[in-house]
């Protein structure tokens, strides 16, 4: 079956640098939402979308913004790089919103910020 | 969404039922209990959620208390693959607003041994 697919998988920055990654839903689900890990803690939830709206925001930096197209990608924009966004950063996509629907989680991008 | 409270860490034989505990006292009638695990910095997979009755698939079981403030994630037979970070959530159905992050907590560290 179809995953998530999120590009690139690793990625080196150097400090206030732009990075931009990427997130392909599972076919027919329109809803995505990215998720921040930083080393030895948790995911956390950074933003999510609907229908290419805006949906719910979590712990996202104002460096960072997000948006998702017409094909349902989206993408995260992450400007002025800081070392501590050295992280895993995992997209995850659901069928349609709210709690009876599972969100299946993508493989990740690690972002190292030198 | 309600707190959820698991062991940091819990040890189970490989071919033995792996019985992972949550306490969600605080739960309120419209919250779904779910499970994801995450193996060593892979994306988080889904394993099983549900609202009031016990639920199984092909991964697991889930039982939920009848008073629903606390489940057990059930492995039926655990292998080495089991071995994981096992993270229960509690989450609120969709009312028409948006589409809500999951908030992961410490989650069980679950140790298949051979």
């Known amino acids: 079956a179809a995953g998530v697919i999120q590009s690139p998988r690793h990625l080196i920055k150097e400090k206030r640098e732009t990075a931009t990654l990427k997130c392909y839903p599972i076919?027919?689900?329109?809803?995505v939402y990215w998720y921040q890990q930083g080393p030895g803690q948790d995911p956390q939830f950074l933003i999510s979308?609907?229908?290419?709206?805006?949906?719910d925001k979590g712990s996202i930096p104002d460096r960072f913004s997000a948006q998702q197209f017409s094909d349902y990608h989206s993408e995260l924009n992450m400007s002025s790089l800081e070392l501590g966004d050295s992280a895993l950063y995992f997209c995850a996509s659901s069928r349609e919103p709210g709690a009876t629907y599972e969100q299946y989680f993508g493989p990740g991008t690690r972002l190292t910020v030198t | 969404d309600a707190k959820t409270t698991q062991p940091t860490s819990m040890d189970c034989a490989e071919g033995r039922a792996a019985n992972l505990p949550c306490n969600h006292s605080?739960?309120?009638?419209?919250?779904?209990v779910y499970w994801y695990r995450q193996i060593h910095s892979q994306g988080p997979q889904y394993i099983i959620h549900?609202?009031?009755n016990n639920e199984t698939n092909e991964m697991a079981s889930l039982i939920i208390t009848e008073d629903r403030k606390s489940s057990t994630l059930i492995l039926p037979h655990a292998t080495l693959r089991d071995t994981a970070v096992y993270y229960c959530i509690v989450r609120a159905s969709y009312s028409g607003g948006g589409a809500d992050g999951l908030t992961f907590g410490k989650g069980t560290h679950l140790i298949i041994q051979p």
């Open positions: 979308f609907y229908e290419k709206m805006q949906s």
């Open positions: 076919p027919r689900h329109d809803t």
């Open positions: 605080t739960i309120s009638g419209n919250e779904y």
């Open positions: 549900g609202l009031k």
